[in-house]
């Protein structure tokens, strides 16, 4: 494995997260693509492309490129796609640093993380908080569109007590929110620590650094919020619905009500007809 320690330089790695999916089958991954070696089985996987450029890949859909060119990046892409879920030509969501080893200091800063040496878990540990952190950007950006477009159906609840949409747009809107909250719950337990660091002080450390320099907690704190925030709105919509059909039923009735009463102060329908056909 690697293990890179140089007096006077830095061996440098240029490392890229790109998010591209919601979902890796990490099993079928490794039964599907066979060229490649796997240094490990679990999640996250590191994948050896060649020598010094590694992928690894998350299951919560992400893929962590350590001094990968371009077409060896789209190559590796192209192979995996099939065991992507909900994945897209391309996704905006990234994140990048350079990892440099070499030397005795252990620091991380936004755009750099030095180290001693690498290994396998070392890998594993930095590409986590930054597919950690792209995936975490994929889900604000769902939430702050549905809050946008939702919106105006608060306002107009807020100031004219009235929609002002039909009830298939409305629950559509609802299903979007149920979507979004769904995927977000199911895939939050994955921004959680890795098991790997409870077994080392070292890369405990080396987690805590770069999740405190990517703001992780404060960013799932904030989105935790957002969620509860739709469930909110999503439960005021659905009561908004259930009212106004209410509403409609009441009506209903009472309009066959009043044509029941109706119907009983009229004559027999035969008495109705002899009379009309005296008219006509």
């Not at 494995?1 to 490392?15: F, L, R």
């Not at 919601?22 to 070696?37: A, F, R, T």
């Not at 996704?91 to 640093?97: G, K, L, M, S, V």
């Not at 209410?246 to 009500?257: K, P």
């Amino acid at each position: 494995m690697v293990n890179k320690s140089t007096q006077n330089k830095y061996a440098k790695y240029q490392v890229e997260t790109v998010y591209i999916g919601e979902y890796v089958d990490l099993k079928k991954v490794q039964e599907g693509v066979k060229q490649y070696s796997f240094l490990n089985r679990d999640d996250p996987l590191v994948v050896k492309l060649l020598k010094d450029q590694y992928a690894v890949l998350t299951k919560f859909g992400t893929i962590t490129f350590w001094s990968v060119p371009v077409r060896l990046r789209q190559q590796f892409l192209n192979e995996i796609q099939p065991y992507a879920k909900n994945k897209k030509e391309h996704y905006f969501y990234d994140e990048d640093t350079k990892v440099l080893i070499g030397g005795s200091a252990e620091k991380v800063t936004f755009e750099k993380v030095y180290s001693a040496q690498l290994n396998v878990e070392k890998i594993k540990i930095i590409s986590y908080v930054l597919s950690q952190s792209v995936a975490l950007e994929r889900y604000e950006d769902d939430i702050e569109k549905s809050l946008s477009e939702l919106e105006a159906v608060v306002e107009n609840l807020k100031t004219k007590g009235k929609a002002l949409f039909s009830e298939k747009e409305l629950l559509k809107q609802i299903g979007q929110v149920l979507s979004i909250k769904q995927t977000t719950v199911v895939h939050l337990a994955l921004f959680d620590k890795p098991e790997s660091i409870w077994e080392s002080p070292d890369l405990e450390t080396l987690y805590n650094r770069m999740s405190s320099e990517y703001d992780l907690k404060v960013r799932f704190d904030v989105l935790d919020k957002k969620i509860d925030y739709l469930s909110d709105i999503s439960k005021m919509m659905m009561e908004f619905l259930a009212e106004k059909r209410n509403a409609f039923l009441e009506i209903v009735i009472i309009v066959l009500i009043v044509i029941e009463i109706g119907l009983w102060f009229l004559p027999p329908f035969s008495r109705v007809w002899a009379y009309l056909s005296k008219l006509f």
